[in-house]
C-alpha cells in the first residue's frame, strides 16, 4: 500500500523583535577651568659681601653673650617687622644688652678689619643714624667690632657719641666716613671688661664740665 501523505505543519510567523533602544548618552563630565596663574613670588636678592660680612658679626657678638650667660635681647633683623623710621631716618640696633652699672644699652655688631691702626664708620648711614635712635628711644648706642684674630672671643667697642668725639673725617666712595684709632675703642674679652664701659664716656663730661 502506498505511505500516506505527512501533514506539514504551518510555518508560524516569527515574532518581531523590537530594535534596541539606543543607550541613553551620559552626561560629558565638565572640564574643570584652568587653573589661575599664581603670580611669580620675586627671588629674593642674595646678600651682598657686606651684609654676609655683617651677618657673620652678629652671629659671632650672639654667640659670646651665650657663652657668657649675659642678659640680652636679640632684635629680629626682617624690615617688615619694623617701624618706616628705621628704614631710612633711625638706626635699628642688633642687640639690646642689661647692664647692671650702665643700665640697658643698644649695640650694633660690627665684622670690619683694622687698617692702618684703624676702624671705620659711616657717617651718614651710621652715625647721623644711632643719634637719632639715642634721641627718639633714650637708650645709649655702642659699636662693637668683632676681633677675627681671636676668632670672635675678644670684641672692640666704643659709643656713637665717643665716634663722633674723637673721629676724623674722611671723604671715600660711598660718601664720608670716620677713622677712628684703635686707641679709642676699648677691648672686651670678658664680661668683667664691660665695667670699662662707664669710665669711657667720662672724657667727653670732663670737656661738658669744663666748657669745652
Request: charged fraction near 20%; proline fraction near 11%.
Amino acid at each position: 500500500m502506498p505511505t500516506p501523505p505527512q501533514a506539514i505543519a504551518p510555518i508560524q510567523p516569527q515574532a518581531s523583535i523590537p530594535p534596541a533602544s539606543p543607550a541613553p548618552a551620559q552626561p560629558s563630565t565638565p572640564t574643570p577651568p584652568p587653573a589661575a596663574a599664581q603670580p611669580s613670588v620675586p627671588a629674593k636678592p642674595a646678600p651682598s659681601a657686606a651684609e654676609k660680612k655683617g651677618h657673620e658679626g652678629e652671629k659671632a657678638l650672639n654667640a659670646w653673650f651665650q657663652q657668657h650667660k649675659l642678659a640680652y635681647v636679640g632684635i629680629c633683623q626682617n624690615k617688615n617687622s619694623f617701624a618706616t623710621l628705621f628704614h631710612g631716618t633711625a638706626k635699628r640696633p642688633d642687640f639690646l644688652l642689661l647692664l647692671p652699672s650702665l643700665g640697658m644699652i643698644a649695640i650694633d655688631a660690627k665684622n670690619y678689619t683694622p687698617s692702618r691702626g684703624e676702624l671705620t664708620l659711616s657717617l651718614e648711614e651710621e652715625l647721623k643714624k644711632a643719634l637719632t635712635f639715642e634721641r627718639l628711644f633714650r637708650l645709649p648706642l655702642w659699636y662693637a667690632y668683632c676681633d677675627k684674630g681671636n676668632m670672635g672671643q675678644n670684641w672692640y667697642w666704643i659709643s656713637a657719641l665717643k665716634a663722633l668725639e674723637v673721629g676724623e673725617v674722611r671723604d671715600g666712595s660711598n660718601g664720608q666716613f670716620l677713622a677712628i684709632k684703635m686707641e679709642h675703642f676699648e677691648t672686651i674679652a670678658s664680661p668683667k671688661d664691660l665695667a670699662k664701659l662707664y669710665t669711657h664716656t667720662l672724657p667727653s663730661l670732663e670737656k661738658v664740665a669744663a666748657g669745652v
